[in-house]
Structure formats: structure tokens, C-alpha cells
């Protein structure tokens, strides 16, 4: 089964252009060819990857708001959720933040056909932009509270991770999941930033 074929068959490629699907091809063909030396995931099979990485990212662009958005991916990794979120959300500008050197080098290769994708390497602390949303699934959740990048927050993460978090302002289960959901926050940092 090619990628494509198993994108549609558990994403449903719901709203994507085959040039969005292609972009997302290439995103997987580099992901499978880098993981050989730079564990980017453990998750090696197709079909693990398109249901636990693509068909969740993909779902967290679709249920951000409407309009240009900016969008920090804290601790983006492999991509995830970045680069879905970029390539179906072509209006909206999306900063991948990677500390880990090799990983933003992955980033910024997976990024370069994908125009509203930019690579920020380094930590989020140091980041001189401010977003409208930071989305996040490998970062500690308690860690984001911390940051003054955005005051929306919208974290993939489980059930038993939400337990500890402060109340969402939102949770939406994970199409196809038990266990997956995305919890949306509100935090003010108007203080902290000296703003307000």
C-alpha cells in the first residue's frame, strides 16, 4: 500500500488537495529515510504512522480556528504536529521549534516545499516571535503552561496526561481513538510578558 492509498483509507484525506497529499508523501519518504540514523519515532509501520502521527495531526488543523493563523509547534520532532498542520492550513504561518540541532536540520530538509513552514532551532524559551496558538504532542503538557508564546494552547495528548493539566477550555477525542484526545486552553500571560 502506498502512502497515499493508506492516508485515504484511515484519514479519509478529508479536504486535501493531491498537491497537500504529495506534500505530506514527501514529509513521510524523508521521515522513513532519516529515521534510519536520527530516531525521529519508534512508530516504523505505515499504518501506525498514518493513524498515530498524520490522521491526529492532521485532524488538531482541521479544529483550530478559521483565518491566518500563527501556530508555534513546540518541540516539533519529526513534524508532528507541525507539518501536517502547515500543509492543511496553507494560510496560516506555522514555527516548527526544535532544540535538538539534527532534528531542525530534518525540519528544515522536510520543510522546504511546504512555504507557510519555518524552523525555529532552538528552545521555545528563546523564541522572539509570539503566536496566536502553540500546539504541542511530545512536550511535557505541564511545560507549556510555562511559555509566553501564545495564549491559546491546543495539546494531543491522553485522557490520563489531561488529568493533570489545568481545566481546557475544550476537549475533542481523536477521531479513531480510545485513548487520543486534543485539549484546548486559554492562558493569560499578559502579566508575565508585562503586557496588559
Known sequence: MTFEEALKKDC??????????????SHYDLLVRWN??????????????????????????????????RIADVGSGAGFPGIP????????????IESH??????????????????????????V?????????????????FSLSIAPQIALLLSYTS????????EVIPVPGSQRRIIALFHVEHAKINGRG
Open 162 to 169: 489531561l488529568s493533570e493539566l489545568p481545566d481546557p477550555i
Open 36 to 69: 534510519r540514523t536520527l530516531n525521529l519515532t519508534n512508530v516504523r509501520s505505515l499504518a501506525d504512522i498514518i493513524s498515530l502521527h498524520y490522521c491526529e495531526c492532521l485532524f488538531l488543523g482541521r479544529i483550530l480556528p478559521p483565518g491566518i493563523l
Open 128 to 144: 522572539p516571535e509570539r503566536f496566536d496558538w502553540m500546539v504541542s504532542r511530545a512536550v511535557n503538557p505541564k511545560a507549556m
Open 12 to 25: 479519509g484525506n478529508k479536504g486535501l488537495s493531491s498537491q497537500q497529499v504529495r506534500l505530506l508523501g
Open 85 to 96: 498542520v502547515a500543509v492543511t492550513r496553507p494560510e496560516s504561518k506555522v514555527c516548527l
Open 101 to 126: 540541532r539534527r532534528k531542525a536540520v530534518f525540519l528544515r530538509e522536510s520543510t522546504r516545499c511546504v512555504h507557510n513552514a519555518t524552523v525555529f532551532a532552538g528552545r521555545a524559551e528563546d
